[in-house]
T-cell receptor
Framework: QKEVEQNSGPLSVPEGAIASLNCTYSDRGSQSFFWYRQYSGKSPELIMFIYSNGDKEDGRFTAQLNKASQYVSLLIRDSQPSDSATYLCAVNNNAGNMLTFGGGTRLMVKP | EAGVAQSPRYKIIEKRQSVAFWCNPISGHATLYWYQQILGQGPKLLIQFQNNGVVDDSQLPKDRFSAERLKGVDSTLKIQPAKLEDSAVYLC???????????FGQGTRLTVV
């Protein structure tokens, strides 16, 4: 079982819709959770981080964390074509080391 | 604030040759990561430093890869000898500590022919 799992996609949504990206992790004691966006040929850039159960909102982005179910999600409201990219989920394990990434979900927002 | 600096940006070498990558983290960042990203996959952690000590190198192929961060600031990752399957982007990232967000450099694209 992979430590951090994501559906590889592609996830295709129309412009203006809500895109929902999901991630599950295996280490129950994980403490820190991150979402990165990676455009083709570029490095990952941080979108959001979340440490506590519940929702965290930042503009059009909302991160949701459920430690009991071991999943973290990212919602993108009012999706724009410029949001088309690969979204990477990263989890820091219980010991506070090894920032592990999932395989990423490719999002396509169609005009 | 300057970001994470990496060099070179691109490198093409023949198999069995050696190559080295350099990374300078954001000033004050104690944690430094080296990742390997193969096309179409997520970044794979090779080694993580906390200051000048190794926190984790469980996925580093130690028969050919080595890394150091002697003074707890910049770091070098070396491959010797390179194999075709080492073709990938090598990403360096840094963070204030292991629990905070990591920031990435532009990466080094390595092609082994």
């Amino acid at each position: 079982q992979k430590e951090v799992e994501q559906n590889s996609g592609p996830l295709s949504v129309p412009e203006g819709a809500i895109a929902s990206l999901n991630c599950t992790y295996s280490d129950r004691g994980s403490q820190s959770f991150f979402w990165y966006r990676q455009y083709s040929g570029k490095s990952p850039e941080l979108i959001m981080f979340i440490y506590s159960n519940g929702d965290k909102e930042d503009g059009r982005f909302t991160a949701q964390l459920n430690k009991a179910s071991q999943y973290v999600s990212l919602l993108i409201r009012d999706s724009q074509p410029s949001d088309s990219a690969t979204y990477l989920c990263a989890v820091n394990n219980n010991a506070g080391n090894m920032l592990t990434f999932g395989g990423g979900t490719r999002l396509m927002v169609k005009p | 604030e300057a970001g994470v600096a990496q060099s070179p940006r691109y490198k093409i070498i023949e198999k069995r040759q050696s190559v080295a990558f350099w990374c300078n983290p954001i000033s004050g960042h104690a944690t430094l990561y080296w990742y390997q990203q193969i096309l179409g996959q997520g970044p794979k952690l090779l080694i993580q430093f906390q200051n000048n000590g190794v926190v984790d190198d469980s996925q580093l192929p130690k028969d050919r890869f080595s890394a150091e961060r002697l003074k707890g600031v910049d770091s070098t990752l070396k491959i010797q000898p390179a194999k075709l399957e080492d073709s990938a982007v090598y990403l360096c990232a840094s963070s204030l500590n292991p629990n905070t967000e990591a920031f990435f450099g532009q990466g080094t694209r390595l092609t082994v022919v």
